[in-house]
């Protein structure tokens, strides 16, 4: 019910049947609001009340321009226009009480009457834009960094082309013109043997580049054996002992770009744990159950303080390593928490949704 004086002052009550949805609409983490055509509050459920930090009792009667900056009231006046008309939806700031301003999106809607097609108002849904805005932020600043990374392997890779397999091209083509110009076969021969190694070394040199530029372990063989390999190789090349524990990750596929992350993540690591944290031993632990991916590199090292104080370059390598592993997370959904007091070892826990990747 709407009494409307001269001083026009509003009274409104929900009672009977409609109660239950009062409810429902209190429990509603959007504002919800319904206003006259001329943008006066004649409903707001708590959730509003909170937004704009002003008791119901006076948001209800009060007019929504009265919750809206000077500069916006052009604006929010278009959206109760075309609200009466129809379904719209924009974006506002609204005024605390204490003045501060949010931003919010706003869905406004026509109030029709049963058995009546008269407009009688304006419902709405309001809903806080800050964290929504923050996230796209984010992803823009997640994306640009992705772009700037690219480019910058591209760039890795046209060095090593140019630098290695160019240069061992330029060797061959040099030792092809001498072969012509032996006067012996043994000299011949001579020559030849030494192309041949140099051969062998190109094409390593190009399986390595492809091997960075995309694991073919995890097409051939899968995720599990391509950390279990990744680990061995440390082992193997650093004399760090490496435990390796992998459970659930095999017995349904992983979105391919999860397995890749997670590949990379687990390298990047190990290569920390080689480079710069002195340790003797390292535990990996990969394991997934039906919502999560869960890593745990942990080394027995110096601790990443400690390796921080290094020089320059090497804790500046490092650093930049753990905020790509953040970076290649985040753009996933997942998260990562690092712990490494100085001389404690470090310890660095990725986890990743996998039905959201």
Known sequence: MVVASAGEEHVVTLQGAELPYRLLLDQMFAGAVTLTPDGVFIYCNARFADMVRTPIARVIGSAMGRFVPPAAQPTLEALLARGIEGHTRGELELRFGDGALVAVSVTFAPLRLAGSAAVHGVIGVVVDATERKQQEALRSRLIQQVMGAQDEERRRIARELHDETGQSLTAMLVGLRMIEECKTTAEAAERAQHLRAIVAQTLEDV???????????????????????????????????????????????????????????????????????????????????????????????????????????????????????????????????????????????????????
Not at 216 to 244: C, F, K, N, P, Y
Not at 275 to 295: G, I, P, Q, S, Y
Not at 348 to 356: K, L
Request: charged share 25%.
């Open 207 to 357: 399986g390595r580049l492809a091997r960075g530029l995309h694991p073919s372990i995890l097409d051939d063989l899968g995720l599990a054996a391509a950390v279990t390999h990744r680990a061995q190789d440390l082992a193997e090349l650093h004399g760090i002992a490496v435990d390796v524990r992998i459970e659930g990750i095999d017995t349904e596929a992983l979105p391919p770009l999860l397995q890749t992350t997670v590949y990379r993540v687990v390298q990047e690591a190990l290569t920390n744990v080689a480079r710069h944290a002195k340790a003797r031993r390292a535990t990996v632990r990969l394991v997934r159950d039906e919502a999560t991916v869960e890593l745990h590199v942990q080394d027995d090292g110096i601790g990443f303080e400690a390796t921080a104080h290094r020089s320059a370059a090497g804790g500046g390598a490092r650093r930049l390593g753990l905020q790509g592993m953040r970076e290649r997370a985040a753009l996933l959904g997942g998260s990562v928490e690092i712990e490494s007091p100085p001389g404690g070892g470090t310890t660095i826990a990725v986890r990743f949704p996998v039905r959201g990747a």
